[in-house]
């Protein structure tokens, strides 16, 4: 029997995979509902996503989205949208291209002569931050205005705290990036019209762990917190203690955040639990607002120098066509007392801003507040680590970060727990 915490989406597609395999197993949700931080509601009549927005279709999430009959449910978001970044209390235009990066006013002709020397620098340093190996390879200018909003932003993180090797080095090496990347850049790798395409649901991305749900719930059990880890009665796998009930497993996988898996594992497994707890999460804010503004694109993240709370904001009713809804993030590791303040504060201070770059009038519909790992400089706990016979992590925090990085994950890990010893 294989014990399976937590039922986001990689513990939802773990047990996909197992299914096929003929695995017994079964899956633990200490809530009431799956899916994590995949949360979709409805105001208004108007989709709200409260974690991802969208996420990038690989053969892997293609394969499980037509065996769940959803291709139906897709949205696509057009490939030629434009990407803004506001520097100067503007929005200007990510350059995908080389002559888009010629033309580009987030640049000034010494910052594009700088980025241009890029070939001429060494490859990464192995405590190299992200923050210090973009400013050495493309300029301060470039990283600034750039780079570090870009990056940053898939983290809600600080690329000063990140270090290249457990971050943008897995970046660079799936774009087939050895020493530059200008290079790589100039020979078309970051063309957004061959990468895998970008989709979300009708009905939000909650349409997908719904159904997701429903073709493995016979193995998942809702509202069943575990309480308690033991070792098991033969001397091997793990008793999970359900409160008046008990489960006995051979194998155990922790799809929990690290701080909910250190919990359980520090009575039986100090050294585990203990750096596990020492992973940092950065909390964000998101404010869903709705207003009819004729922005077209997919959004803006906030260069570094801007007097400006907001860190970026998806544009979902031009990408996703979601009747004047744009989503704005706010807090991460660079503003962290941000979500100090109330929802009403927060949800001000988005609409004002969002107000103040695009020229648009808008009104709050909800606020949020989510985590994500920071993968910063606390990620060097991991190295090294050593985790019992019967216990496997397989989470967010552990390997490749979003959705496609879950679905590869849970794949692999089914492999591992189906394979004969």
């Given amino acids: 029997m294989i014990g399976i915490v937590g039922a986001g989406i990689t513990g939802l597609t773990l047990s996909s995979y197992l ?154 090496e799936g774009l087939g990036v050895s020493r530059s990347i200008l290079w790589r850049f100039l020979q078309g790798s970051f063309n957004r019209s061959s990468a895998p395409a970008a989709i979300s649901f009708r009905g939000g991305m909650e349409t997908w762990i719904r159904a997701l749900h429903e073709s493995v719930k016979d193995r998942v059990r809702l509202s069943t917190p575990v309480e308690a880890l033991e070792p098991g009665s033969d001397g091997r796998g793990w008793r999970l203690l359900l409160g008046d009930d008990s489960l006995e497993v051979d194998e155990l996988v922790f799809t ?13 497994a100090p050294e585990l639990g203990a750096r596990l707890r020492m992973l940092r999460y950065n909390s964000l804010a998101l404010v869903h607002l709705a207003g009819e503004t004729g922005l077209h694109g997919l959004g803006y993240q906030v260069s570094y120098g801007e007097n400006l709370r907001t860190r970026g904001v998806t544009w979902n009713a031009s990408a996703l066509a979601r009747n004047g809804v744009y989503t704005a993030f706010l807090g991460g590791a660079r503003d962290p007392g941000l ?21 648009a009038e808008t009104r709050v519909l909800s606020v949020s507040r989510t985590r994500v790992p920071s993968w910063d400089r606390s990620w060097t706990v991991l190295e090294g680590i050593r985790v019992p016979r019967g216990i496997h992590l397989c989470s967010n925090y552990e390997s490749r970060v979003g959705i496609p990085g879950r679905i590869s994950r849970a794949r692999a890990m089914a492999e591992e727990l189906a394979s004969p010893e």
């Fill in 256 to 268: 929990l955040p690290a701080d909910a898996a250190s919990e359980l594992l520090l009575p039986v």
């Fill in 339 to 359: 979500l100090e303040l109330s929802d009403q504060e927060i949800g001000e201070i988005a609409r004002r801003e969002f107000g103040q770059v695009t020229g």
């Fill in 19 to 172: 299914e096929e395999r003929g695995e017994e197993h079964l899956v633990l949700e200490a809530t009431e509902r799956p899916g994590g931080v995949i949360r979709t509601t409805e105001v208004e009549g108007r989709i709200l996503d409260h974690g991802p927005q969208r996420t990038r279709v690989t053969p892997e999430i293609s394969l499980q989205l037509e065996q769940l009959g959803l291709e139906s449910e897709l949205i696509t978001v057009p490939p030629d949208h434009p990407l803004f970044v506001c520097r100067g209390g503007e929005l200007r235009l990510v350059p995908f291209t080389p002559a888009g990066l010629f033309r580009t006013n987030l640049l000034s002709w010494p910052g594009k002569l700088r980025v241009f020397l890029e070939p001429l620098t060494a490859r990464w340093m192995e405590d190299e931050t992200v923050g210090a190996f973009l400013t050495r390879k493309f300029g301060a200018e470039a990283y600034e205005n750039l780079m570090g909003p870009l990056f940053g932003g898939l983290y809600g993180s600080d690329p000063g705290e990140m270090y290249v090797r457990h971050s943008l080095a897995g970046t660079m």
